[in-house]
């Protein structure tokens, strides 16, 4: 059975606060007590535990070995503990940020990577919205967003995440059907078209160096969702984006039919609304993204 020791919390968190300061008159500085009741809390302490925790010996306030120890195991627990009561506090609310994603991108990209910011920052409240995909601009309502850019959006904060480039793609059986002679497809070739984007298959053949056949049937859609859906139905082929399609690739639902890519002219931008971007929840959600979406320069 496990001796229960009388160590009172209040002794125990004065002394970390004193121990990380190396300094009674400071720690009294941040507690909002003189420095000798903090003293008078660790003597009793020190009383307590049967062991001296700071060398009273030399010029300045050292640790002993003993109270290094207590340091390094007590102090990331009263950190813990302050942190759960400020949590239960009455008035007290978790840090809020609201960022809006277009639907493509948090789906099969930022969402299924999001729980590792919760999981590090379990204190903020994240509140993801998606939006139409077409429009250039950061939505009122949001603190950040990813959104499609021709170019930085003028009197915001923004980063550049990386282009919008699209590769062709189609299923495992649409590939094996598609023939080229001479860069030129000669076989059918229905096309997936996004509507945002009706000339990117004109583009991607003028830049790939394949001619595509003169005739075609083409589905036209208005979401990328829908796109990348069609084309693993086997509907015809389409032209997806990387890497925020790796997943379906991985997973072998679609296939890569050329290795040409489009760069296309818009891309991925990350914004912050300007009266947040010193909010401390918003910076750290935004470092975040930066180091985990950003393309390397």
Known sequence: MVQRANVGLRALRTFCVAARHE????????LFITA????HQIKSLEQELGEPLFDRNSRDLRLTEVGRSLLEEAGPLIDQLDTVVVRY???????SVRISVQPFFASEYFVPRLSDFTAAHPEIDIKVGTSDETAENHPADADLSIRLFRAPPPGLPSDLLFPLTLAPAGSPDFKKGLEVRDDCIVSEFPMIIHETYPMAWKQWSKSAGIALPASSKATR???????????ERGLGAALVPVPLADLWFKQGSIVRLFSQQLVT??????????DRADDPAV????DWILRNFREPG
């Open 283 to 286: 910076t750290l959600l935004r």
């Open 23 to 30: 300094s009674f008159r400071t720690a009294g500085e941040e």
């Open 36 to 39: 000798s009741a903090v003293s």
């Open 221 to 231: 859609l208005d979401s990328m969702i829908a796109v990348v859906r069609a084309c």
């Open 89 to 95: 506090k009455r008035g007290s609310r978790p840090r």
């Open 265 to 274: 002219e818009v891309s991925y931008y990350l914004v912050v609304r300007e």
